[in-house]
Structures are given as structure tokens and as C-alpha cells.
């Protein structure tokens, strides 16, 4: 090897080592305590007053973004995708199928976080603070631990395949973070496809939220609701 070569090689190595040490979770919600910043944390060490106006869209590959700035949603915050229905054709799934829900708790910024990932398009969503989660159709309430309830529903979108099989990898409904304590499905019922999350706000008031979307490699996309941890 001639002198020369040797900086070379030698930067090439240091380029590969930083971009090994600087991989994230795109998702932000590994089950796992935090401590650095995911990709966009950072919004969450500077609270805004009022919520970012919900937009429309869908997000570009690998980025993570604010769909719905921090507040306390007065009314539900709903964000419109426009997903035209079969989204694959026949014998193909004609709805966006969510495929995961995971957990993250990221005490270093403040908040804790459960995501929902779809196969296929991004379907809309409404996050909104309810006195009682109720299932979809019926209206049987939804038990859920804590004080203070949030209701998450998309549409269109599913949760089974066409044997009527459960088509997600889902976490223990207990979560047990200082804010976020629970979770629990609330229905999947004629596109329409709800949740319920169990808060304990540590002075008995509602949290500020957080809504947000992201889209893997794999090209999952994810809804991500982030809730203060205090």
C-alpha cells in the first residue's frame, strides 16, 4: 500500500463509524427508555401553546413530522388523508391494514409515545380527549386505566385479514409510563378502526398531545400520538 492511500482509508473508516453511531428508530417509540433525541423529538423540549394546524399528505420516505404541534385539543385534532378505496385491487386488501402498534417512553424529552403502522397508505386519523372510550357500533364502554381518556380512531383503514384473523403485532395493554398508563382496541368495524388510551395527568387535568407521521424503509406508514409525561 503506498502512502498516499493510507488518509484515504482513513477517512472512509471514520465516514462508516459515524454513520453506524447516528442510526435512529424512524418510529421514535422503541420500547425502550430515551435518552437522545429521535427524529422529531426535538420539537417536544420547546411546547407551543397552540396546535399546528393539521395538514394533509403524505409523508416523504424515512422523515418523521408534526402533524398537530402540542395543546390540549378542545375539540378532536384530525388529520385528512385521501386514501381511495381498494387501495390494492381485488384479491388484494382493499384498505390500509395496520400491522403493529408499539411503545416508547422518552423521559429526556418529555413525552412517551405509541405508534400505529399500516400496510399500505396512511389513513386519516382523529385524536380527541373523551369522558369514556366506547367500542365502535355497539357503544360498550372501553375499561382503561387512569383518569383522563383519549379516543384514536382511522378511517378508512383495518385491523383483519379477510378470514377475520388479527392482523397486528400489539404490546401488553398495561403500559405503566408516568402519564400514559394503558391502551386498548375500541373496534374495527366497517372501515372504521378505534382505540382508546388511559392517561393519568399528575394535577387531574388533561395532557397537551402530540400528533405525528413517519414512513419506514420498508415503506409502513406510521401515526405516532405523543402525550406529555407530566
Do not use: K, N
Not at 421514535?28 to 427524529?39: E, L, R, S
Not at 408499539?102 to 429526556?108: I, K, N, S, T, V
Not at 424529552?109 to 397508505?121: L, N, Q, V
Amino acid at each position: 500500500m503506498t502512502p498516499q492511500r493510507v488518509p484515504l482509508l482513513a477517512s472512509m473508516v471514520v465516514l462508516l463509524a459515524a454513520a453506524c453511531t447516528t442510526a435512529t428508530d424512524h418510529d421514535g417509540a422503541a420500547p425502550t427508555t430515551a435518552t437522545a433525541p429521535t427524529p422529531g423529538a426535538t420539537a417536544a423540549t420547546t411546547p407551543v401553546t397552540t396546535p399546528a394546524a393539521p395538514t394533509s399528505g403524505a409523508p416523504v420516505e424515512g422523515s418523521w413530522r408534526a402533524t398537530y404541534g402540542w395543546a390540549v385539543p378542545a375539540t378532536p385534532a384530525r388529520v385528512t388523508h385521501d386514501v381511495r378505496v381498494p387501495v390494492t385491487p381485488a384479491p388484494g386488501e382493499p384498505l390500509p391494514v395496520l400491522v403493529e402498534v408499539r411503545l416508547g417512553d422518552h423521559p429526556a424529552d418529555g413525552f412517551s409515545r405509541i405508534t400505529f403502522a399500516f400496510r399500505g397508505p396512511t389513513p386519516s386519523y382523529q385524536v380527541g380527549y373523551v369522558p369514556q372510550v366506547v367500542t365502535e357500533g355497539r357503544g360498550a364502554p372501553v375499561e382503561l386505566p387512569g383518569t383522563a381518556y383519549l379516543s384514536v380512531r382511522f378511517d378508512p383503514a383495518q385491523a383483519h385479514d379477510a378470514r377475520g384473523a388479527g392482523t397486528a403485532d400489539v404490546p401488553p395493554s398495561r403500559i405503566g409510563y408516568p402519564t400514559l398508563r394503558g391502551w386498548a382496541a375500541a373496534g374495527d368495524f366497517e372501515g372504521h378502526l378505534s382505540f382508546g388510551l388511559g392517561l393519568r395527568p399528575p394535577a387531574g387535568g388533561p395532557l397537551p398531545v402530540r400528533l405525528g407521521e413517519s414512513t419506514r424503509p420498508d415503506g409502513t406508514h406510521v401515526v405516532a400520538v405523543d402525550v406529555r409525561r407530566g
